[in-house]
């Protein structure tokens, strides 16, 4: 009789823990997702060269050019006729050392040629000069050279200080000064023939 009670209970207490792990068993809703940390990728640090910089280029200046002489005397650059038709009371006399300060002068010591043009009469002179003097030797006489006189000489740039009239062409200058006995259109008419001369 006692055997057959103690197994009633031992039965239901082995029946509760049964039911107990079966619980346990039933299966329950989806799992909330378990966040996870996103492994976040660090930037890769990149070596950039620089460009390296484009050299300015300097800017080059043209080198000076030297005096060169002249191609041509007096007979050349004031032929006789031409000479004759400005004025028949007129010499050609050349000059190796015209007066210091003058445009003939600073031409001669460009390797050029100076003539004077003598008034028979009463010795005033009107000088005739030409040279290629080198590009410093024309720079200074173009910064002095007066106002733009048109000389009607193509191929010519002709300016005027009253007087005196310088006609450049390239490395070339031609010039024509005088003292206030020659005027201005007598200093063009004999710039013009020597120019004529030399083509």
Not at 14 to 39: D, F, N, S, W
Not at 117 to 136: C, E, F, K
Not at 159 to 184: K, N, P, Q
């Amino acid at each position: 009789m006692e055997r057959r009670r103690l197994a009633r209970p031992t039965i239901a207490f082995c029946a509760l823990v049964i039911g107990a792990l079966l619980a346990g068993c039933t299966p329950q809703g989806p799992a909330a997702p378990v966040e996870t940390a996103t492994p976040t990728t660090a930037p890769i640090a990149t070596t950039t060269t620089a460009p390296s910089p484009t050299p300015t280029p300097t800017p080059t200046e043209t080198p000076a050019t030297q005096a060169q002489p002249i191609e041509y005397g007096c007979d050349a650059l004031l032929p006789l006729q031409g000479v004759y038709d400005l004025n028949p009371n007129l010499s050609v006399v050349p000059d190796d050392a015209p007066p210091a300060g003058t445009l003939a002068a600073t031409l001669v010591a460009g390797l050029g040629v100076a003539c004077d043009l003598v008034h028979n009469s009463n010795g005033q002179v009107l000088r005739v000069a030409a040279a290629t003097p080198g590009s410093d030797a024309l720079a200074a006489l173009r910064a002095a050279g007066g106002d733009a006189y048109d000389l009607g000489a193509a191929g010519f740039e002709a300016r005027s200080t009253g007087t005196a009239i310088l006609a450049f062409r390239g490395d070339l200058v031609l010039t024509a000064e005088a003292d206030a006995y020659f005027g201005v259109d007598e200093l063009a008419a004999a710039l013009s023939t020597a120019i004529s001369a030399v083509g």
